[in-house]
């Protein structure tokens, strides 16, 4: 028995409410033959007559009336949940979701997306804010279509080459800082100051694993995958931290935290976009090529290290 088709229900509903084969059939723009042939279709699937047709107007049987409401009904949800879906649909392909790490989703993203969204039209974009072991997991798993993080060039991320690529839209600069209280009680014992560590899930705890090099990486009392964590830690006098200038060139400028160390220690590095090398919906097609544009009149000069007193972090070109 072939199954049940969207049209003998609607063809079923007409009839039922007009009574007459002739002018049902021609409301349903077909063929009294064909419409009387999808009707008896419907009843030998059901099983049982459903109308009436002894007498001159079409009469629904007790089964037929047992049957209307289930076929109204039916119908009403399939167009709904049908509408529903177009509606969803089509806020699905017009939405850019991000994933991003703890310190770019507040310290960086809302001035980089304003920035493009002065030249563009971007639309609606829901951010994803999470560890970069996390937010790599997002994009891998098709749940974004964009990831920004830190990046290092001796310091890979989980990310597969042959299927994502990426794209440098700012530069931003790690530096070792403490209270001023806590770096000038430190001064001639480093070691005794207490160490405020990122853990591995962390980009920037890779970051700062990765480049160590020489560097004595010394035993931490806190670990935290979350910069803002150790940033408030850090200000409140509890350690010394590897920090973004993203996050802490307030606090420099205003002297709540200092820089610990030679400014050759600072670890540069970029704020890049990735994305799967896969074909994207046309909204997200278009943002990238809208942040490509964009970040190919950066000024390259930002790449440089900077001192540990000088704040640089910032877009890949002049907000304008």
């Not at 999470?130 to 749940?143: H, T, Y």
């Not at 809208?290 to 910032?314: E, F, I, K, Q």
């Amino acid at each position: 028995m072939p199954p049940v088709e969207l049209s003998w229900l609607e063809d079923f509903v007409a009839l039922a409410e007009i009574e007459n084969f002739s002018r049902a059939a021609e409301v349903r723009n077909i063929t009294q033959p064909a419409f009387s042939r999808r009707i008896r279709a419907l009843e030998e699937w059901i099983g049982t007559p459903l109308f009436d047709r002894a007498t001159h107007r079409v009469k629904l049987t007790e089964a037929g009336r047992q049957f209307t409401p289930v076929a109204t009904e039916t119908l009403r949800r399939l167009y709904q949940g049908r509408e529903a879906a177009r509606e969803t649909g089509s806020n699905e392909a017009s939405l850019l979701l991000f994933a991003a790490t703890h310190a770019l989703s507040f310290a960086f993203f809302p001035q980089w997306l304003s920035a493009l969204s002065e030249k563009a039209d971007i639309g609606h974009v829901q951010l994803i804010s999470d560890s970069m072991q996390d937010c790599e997991q997002v994009l891998a798993n098709g749940k974004a279509h964009f990831l920004l993080c830190h990046f290092h060039r001796v310091v890979p991320n989980q990310l597969n080459e042959g299927l994502f690529t990426s794209l440098i839209v700012g530069y931003d600069t790690l530096v070792l800082v403490a209270h001023p209280e806590l770096a000038a009680g430190a001064e001639g014992n480093p070691s005794a100051r207490p160490y405020l560590a990122y853990s591995l899930a962390s980009g920037l705890g890779r970051i700062v694993a990765g480049t160590a090099g020489g560097r004595a990486q010394p035993r931490p009392v806190f670990t935290s995958h979350l910069a803002a964590v150790l940033h408030t830690m850090a200000r409140k006098g509890r350690g010394a931290a590897w920090l973004p200038l993203c996050l802490i060139g307030d606090d420099l400028r205003a002297g709540r935290l200092v820089a610990i160390g030679p400014a050759s220690d600072n670890i540069a590095t970029e704020i890049k976009l990735f994305r799967p090398r896969a074909r994207l919906s046309a909204q997200a097609e278009a943002f990238w090529n809208l942040a490509s544009t964009w970040a190919a009149t950066r000024d390259d000069s930002g790449a440089a290290d900077p001192g540990p007193n000088t704040v640089t972090a910032g877009l890949a070109h002049p907000m304008r």
